[in-house]
């Protein structure tokens, strides 16, 4: 089976993988589908579906309504979604309550040492981001991902399947993502439904435009302000993906190959069954943050909306960076704490606490 990465640039590229479609050569089915998802979405509502007597084909009226994110607003900047014209793609999910809990430091690695099982339980319990690629995979509009990194160990180098609705109007702003059956979990069982919106451009200046793309992340370092000694909160050869899409927005996502599992298959969010010892020893494997970006000649700023580290939401990551065309490569590294900042105080940004630095290779396009 082929495998294809690349750029959010259009064109009719084919999936990552062969469809066995018997539709799968056919132009406009692709351009009436697979066209309509790619692109960023922005998450704008969840609903979850339950049957607390758990039959295998419940009525309707046996269902009760639930809220996998939390009873959070439509719209609320929750969640983002990328599909690249190549294959790739990238989740991010945050429950309401994820900041409900911040952490004993902004060091990944000092955060984990220095915080209860409970608070780390919670983090780990309250967002689902995962990266990988996607495909089409059934003529009734159906979407496989396989994942590839993940904050949830378990789904690591699975296949997800869900349905994609409201894609076949003319008018393709709106996609929603439903599990196809009902899953089991104890004595209930569940399928949860996820609505999605297309984002709209951030207004964000971007005069770099080689940034736009998808990037592998070989490297992720952080040194608390005032030491030398770095940290790798993923080791040395952690595994990662960076979106950034021509409209101004990103997503990152690192994990460790080695994150232990935990003793459930189903994240559940806050409902998942798992011990705080397991939530700890997984959520040490990942690490995730999406938002807005800007560009300059010399610098981006990384507008942080959430982040598997809740020390880090709503904060801003301004890096200088260098840039190796020949090899793709690019090294990011936040500004000196002393530096003048682009927008916000001092304690704003990420690097009045910490230094980070994130090596990345772009994929061919």
């Given at each position: 089976?082929?495998?294809?990465?690349?750029?959010?640039?259009?064109?009719?590229?084919?999936?990552?993988?062969?469809?066995?479609?018997?539709?799968?050569?056919?132009?406009a089915f692709r351009k009436d589908f697979r066209g309509k998802i790619l692109g960023t979405w922005?998450?704008?509502?969840?609903?979850?579906?339950?049957?607390?007597?758990?039959?295998?084909?419940?009525?309707?009226?046996?269902?009760?309504?639930?809220?996998?994110?939390?009873?959070?607003?439509?719209?609320?900047?929750?969640?983002?979604?990328?599909?690249?014209?190549?294959?790739?793609?990238?989740?991010?999910?945050?429950?309401?309550?994820?900041?409900?809990?911040?952490?004993?430091?902004?060091?990944?690695?000092?955060?984990?040492?220095?915080?209860?099982?409970?608070?780390?339980?919670?983090?780990?319990?309250?967002?689902?981001?995962?990266?990988?690629?996607?495909?089409?995979?059934?003529?009734?509009?159906?979407?496989?991902?396989?994942?590839?990194?993940?904050?949830?160990?378990?789904?690591?180098?699975?296949?997800?399947?869900?349905?994609?609705?409201?894609?076949?109007?003319?008018?393709?702003?709106?996609?929603?993502?439903?599990?196809?059956?009902?899953?089991?979990?104890?004595?209930?069982?569940?399928?949860?439904?996820?609505?999605?919106?297309?984002?709209?451009?951030?207004?964000?200046?971007?005069?770099?435009?080689?940034?736009?793309?998808?990037?592998?992340?070989?490297?992720?370092?952080?040194?608390?302000?005032?030491?030398?000694?770095?940290?790798?909160?993923?080791?040395?050869?952690?595994?990662?993906?960076?979106?950034?899409?021509?409209?101004?927005?990103?997503?990152?996502?690192?994990?460790?190959?080695?994150?232990?599992?935990?003793?459930?298959?189903?994240?559940?969010?806050?409902?998942?069954?798992?011990?705080?010892?397991?939530?700890?020893?997984?959520?040490?494997?990942?690490?995730?943050?999406?938002?807005?970006?800007?560009?300059?000649?010399?610098?981006?700023?990384?507008?942080?909306?959430?982040?598997?580290?809740?020390?880090?939401?709503?904060?801003?990551?301004?890096?200088?960076?260098?840039?190796?065309?020949?090899?793709?490569?690019?090294?990011?590294?936040?500004?000196?704490?002393?530096?003048?900042?682009?927008?916000?105080?001092?304690?704003?940004?990420?690097?009045?606490?910490?230094?980070?630095?994130?090596?990345?290779?772009?994929?061919?396009?």
């Amino acid at each position: 089976m082929a495998e294809r990465r690349g750029s959010f640039s259009d064109g009719t590229a084919k999936s990552v993988f062969e469809d066995r479609s018997p539709l799968a050569d056919i132009p406009a089915f692709r351009k009436d589908f697979r066209g309509k998802i790619l692109g960023t979405w922005k998450l704008f509502s969840a609903v979850g579906k339950e049957n607390p007597v758990a039959f295998c084909d419940p009525p309707e009226a046996l269902l009760r309504t639930t809220f996998p994110l939390g009873a959070q607003k439509r719209g609320n900047n929750r969640g983002i979604a990328f599909f690249s014209d190549k294959g790739d793609c990238a989740v991010f999910c945050f429950h309401e309550s994820h900041e409900d809990v911040k952490l004993g430091s902004e060091d990944p690695t000092a955060a984990v040492e220095n915080s209860s099982l409970d608070e780390v339980a919670h983090c780990f319990k309250t967002q689902l981001c995962f990266a990988g690629t996607w495909k089409v995979a059934k003529l009734d509009q159906e979407m496989a991902i396989r994942v590839a990194q993940t904050t949830f160990p378990n789904y690591r180098d699975e296949s997800i399947t869900r349905h994609v609705k409201h894609l076949r109007s003319t008018e393709s702003t709106k996609m929603e993502l439903a599990t196809p059956v009902m899953r089991t979990s104890g004595l209930a069982s569940e399928y949860q439904s996820f609505q999605w919106i297309k984002a709209p451009p951030s207004s964000q200046e971007l005069v770099t435009p080689w940034i736009v793309g998808v990037w592998d992340i070989s490297s992720f370092e952080v040194t608390k302000n005032g030491s030398t000694d770095k940290s790798f909160p993923l080791g040395k050869y952690p595994t990662g993906v960076a979106f950034y899409d021509p409209g101004g927005y990103y997503g990152i996502i690192i994990s460790d190959s080695a994150a232990p599992v935990v003793s459930t298959s189903n994240f559940l969010f806050l409902n998942t069954l798992a011990s705080t010892k397991e939530c700890k020893a997984s959520y040490q494997g990942s690490f995730a943050l999406y938002g807005t970006y800007s560009t300059n000649s010399t610098t981006f700023v990384h507008r942080i909306w959430h982040c598997t580290l809740p020390n880090w939401s709503h904060m801003i990551m301004e890096t200088e960076h260098t840039f190796d065309r020949i090899n793709r490569e690019c090294l990011i590294t936040t500004v000196a704490e002393s530096a003048p900042k682009s927008e916000g105080s001092h304690v704003d940004h990420i690097s009045s606490s910490v230094k980070v630095v994130l090596k990345m290779k772009k994929r061919a396009s």
